[in-house]
Nanobody, 118 residues
């Protein structure tokens, strides 16, 4: 059974940092591209960052470029999102998603809340 579990969310002051983790099980993690999405109250879910299956290429939403860094450790079946210089508008539930590089099978985590507030 495939399972993605996000953790590392919480409450942080503006300008602070958090590191989210997404731990995968029940799949061969290195065969999946991985992305982080977020959804703020009343808004649509949006792509934050993505990384290829081997980790050689990354992409970011314009709103987080220069502040967020996506990475992965395939030996640990885990991906990360390092978030620096956080802003109140970064407040959202953050989700990880994986997509198989051939079959395009897709799995989502349950989400972790990030709140940026003073």
């Amino acid at each position: 059974q495939v399972q993605l579990v996000e953790f590392g969310g919480g409450l942080v002051q503006p300008g602070g940092s958090l590191r989210l983790s997404c731990a995968a099980s029940g799949l061969t993690f290195s065969n999946y591209a991985m992305s982080w999405y977020r959804q703020a109250p009343g808004k649509e879910r949006e792509l934050v960052a993505s990384i290829t299956s081997g980790g050689s290429s990354t992409n970011y939403a314009d709103s987080v470029k220069g502040r967020f860094t996506i990475s992965r450790d395939n030996a640990k079946n885990t991906a990360y999102l390092q978030m620096n210089s956080l802003k109140p508008e970064d407040t959202a539930v953050y989700y990880c998603k994986v997509v198989h590089i051939l079959s395009r099978n897709t799995y989502w985590g349950q989400g972790t809340q990030v709140t940026v507030s003073s």
